[in-house]
Structures are given as structure tokens and as C-alpha cells.
């Protein structure tokens, strides 16, 4: 079992930058890729960010490409560095561990955090 907690959410401003941090404990989580996911409301949860647990490479949503960063800060902690926030970039945000599928789908992902809310004003 792997529990994960976010933090860093919080309300700013379009052009701000927000840091969001992934805690995660449990079995072997060190040998687990992450990614983070966000879901507006009334919209379907949709990827924005991978790390793959073996080499550090990483994936990104088109949307975010440029503007996010997602890092492993250690086995157990991952963050998603956040700049030039934009309004569309309010959602829940969630950190995902151990995916058996595609890395950009939910469903792929067999642990969820809780989510942390990130809302940007215009």
C-alpha cells in the first residue's frame, strides 16, 4: 500500500508561480514512477506531468510544457514547480504512484492523493 499527501495549493495570481510537493510513503514506493494529474470542475481528471521512476525522464502535458516542472526530491517526495500561472490552470491537483498503462491516463494509476487546490485569479 502507498499513501501520498499533496500540499502547496493556494489562491494567486495569473503570471505567479506555485510549488506543489508530493509526500509519499508505503512499500517500495522508491521504485515507482509519478505523475501528477488535475481535474477542474466539471471536467474529467487529465495528465499534466510524469517522472519515470528509473531515469528521471520527463513527460508533459502540452498545456504546461515550458511553464511546469516536476521533480523526485528524494525517494519519497516529488514536487511540480508551477510558473507563469494562467486562470486555466485552476484545478484539484493530485500526485498518482504506480501506473500499469499508459502514463497520461488516469485509470493507469493505482494511487491517488487526497489533492491540493490551486486556483488562479485573472
Known amino acids: 500500500q502507498v499513501q501520498l499527501v499533496e500540499a502547496g495549493g493556494g489562491l494567486v495570481q495569473t503570471g505567479d508561480s506555485l510549488t506543489l510537493s508530493c509526500a509519499a510513503s508505503?512499500?517500495?514506493?522508491?521504485?515507482?514512477?509519478m505523475a501528477w494529474f488535475r481535474q477542474a470542475p466539471g471536467k474529467a481528471r487529465e495528465f499534466v506531468a510524469f517522472?519515470?521512476?528509473?531515469?528521471?525522464?520527463t513527460t508533459y502535458a502540452e498545456s504546461v510544457k515550458g511553464r511546469f516542472t516536476i521533480a523526485r526530491n528524494g525517494p519519497e517526495n516529488t514536487s511540480l514547480q508551477m510558473s507563469r500561472l494562467k486562470p486555466e490552470d485552476t484545478a484539484v491537483y493530485f500526485c498518482?504512484?504506480?501506473?500499469?498503462?499508459?502514463?497520461?491516463?488516469?485509470?493507469?494509476?493505482?494511487?491517488w492523493g487526497q489533492g491540493t487546490q490551486v486556483t488562479v485569479s485573472s
Open positions: 517522472i519515470a521512476w528509473n531515469t528521471g525522464a
Open positions: 498518482a504512484s504506480y501506473s500499469t498503462g499508459r502514463y497520461d491516463s488516469a485509470g493507469s494509476w493505482h494511487y
Open positions: 508505503g512499500r517500495t514506493v522508491s521504485s515507482y514512477s
